[in-house]
């Protein structure tokens, strides 16, 4: 990723962090729709640390964009097959499908971009890359800014259900008896620390669009 390079290394712990915990949730789902969904956020969270590393450190071309595209193209292909099989389109199918091809297109702007802050047709701002689309990169921003803030709003109900819970759960036998069934619920299937991952991961591809 071009830009200033602590930017960079938080990005990539961010959502190495993230990819982490999705293998982890992977692993805690039984076979079906949960477990693909949680491979595909993992696949996404590791796809944007790799892609965050600063180009100082690490500039991949010419073979790290065609592999990023080619992946990603990929993952959007499988969001989207359920449609093609009838199997309706929900509209996290519809996020993942957006963010695979958003990935796509970063990974052709790196390779059309430039690291030295200068490209044939005139002159950059240091640490841009010269391959984006600004009307594309517009909307993209748009949509993550929107996602952003919706995750955001949707987690908030969720943290507070989860104190009254606990709180509750000190008050009366049948509130400890509600409590100890949520807590019994593995940290990796937390619906909050599903949404928080979420929400990380829409940060992140916001943060890596600003500098296409």
Known sequence: MHG???VGWLLVALCAATGAYCLLQMRGEPPGPGRRVAGAEA???WGMAAMAVPSTVLDPRP?????????FAVAAVRALLPVVRGAGFPGHR???A??????VYMALAMMTGTTSGHHHTGQLAPGRM???VPLLTGVLLVYFA???????LRL???TDGALDGAGGGAVDDAGADAGAGSSGIGWSRRPELRHACRLSMGIGMFAMLLTV
């Open 43 to 45: 696949l996404m969270g």
């Open 98 to 103: 957006i963010g695979s091809l958003a990935m």
């Open 4 to 6: 200033a390079p602590l």
């Open 156 to 158: 908030v109900p969720m």
């Open 94 to 96: 519809l996020h993942h």
């Open 130 to 132: 010269a391959g984006g």
């Open 63 to 71: 073979w790290g964009p065609p592999a990023f595209a080619a992946v």
């Open 146 to 152: 929107v996602y952003v803030v919706r995750s955001g």
